[in-house]
């Protein structure tokens, strides 16, 4: 093995790690309403809205919209799959399971976190978290059927959860036969997630 092999491959399972690390740390600044340290895993110029940038913008934004939604939350983060595009670009999946103290409910959610990563100045950092969600709901009450988002003195709405993927569609579209099905050749490396999507645009999550 060449020396620039091996260093490489170091490089790539520390960025795995400061990746996870990344994520980890995004759950506790939030919950725990740090926003300096939170807006400061985000790249320098993230975009926040259509004509808005910046972590500034960001943590303006997060201010808002903490004090008048929340009054605690804790996210819980689960499965999480990185592939590199480049040594300093990355994507990645990220499930989370969060709780919500919002008025007199307590809110359930689960979702996941579609991310693009950038290494900028030597650390890894958020390009871009677009959040998918599959339910948010009372604790006592199951989100069984369709619109499975329920906040409160909202009208419910579906979360895009399956949107990145077009397996999902296809499964309940296909029903299976007596006939043995074909099975695609496994992924490459580093293209799991890109295999999956199948060139898939990112579903447009509207602000709520």
Not at 84 to 95: E, N, Q, R
Request: hydrophobic share 35%; proline share 7%; aromatic share 12%.
């Amino acid at each position: 093995m060449h020396r620039d092999d091996l260093t490489a491959r170091i490089d790539r399972l520390e960025s795995l790690d400061e990746i996870r690390q990344l994520a980890a740390k995004y759950s506790l600044s939030l919950d725990m309403r740090d926003l300096d340290a939170h807006v400061n895993l985000f790249a320098p110029d993230i975009k926040v809205s259509r004509d808005k940038q910046g972590r500034q913008h960001l943590k303006h934004w997060l201010d808002d919209t903490l004090r008048l939604q929340f009054t605690g939350t804790a996210h819980h983060i689960g499965n999480h799959i990185i592939e590199f595009d480049s040594p300093d670009t990355a994507h990645g999946i990220v499930y989370s399971k969060n709780e919500h103290e919002t008025g007199d409910e307590w809110v359930i959610m689960q979702m996941i976190y579609w991310d693009n990563y950038e290494r900028i100045n030597g650390r890894w950092l958020f390009r871009r978290r677009l959040p998918c969600y599959w339910y948010a709901t009372d604790l006592n009450k199951p989100p069984i059927g369709s619109n499975k988002m329920r906040w409160p003195d909202r009208e419910p709405y579906e979360g895009a959860y399956h949107e990145l993927f077009p397996s999902w569609q296809a499964f309940w579209s296909n029903p299976p036969s007596e006939e043995l099905p074909e099975v695609a050749a496994p992924a490459p490396l580093e293209e799991f997630l890109n295999t999956m999507r199948k060139g898939n645009p990112d579903p447009r999550i509207r602000v709520r």
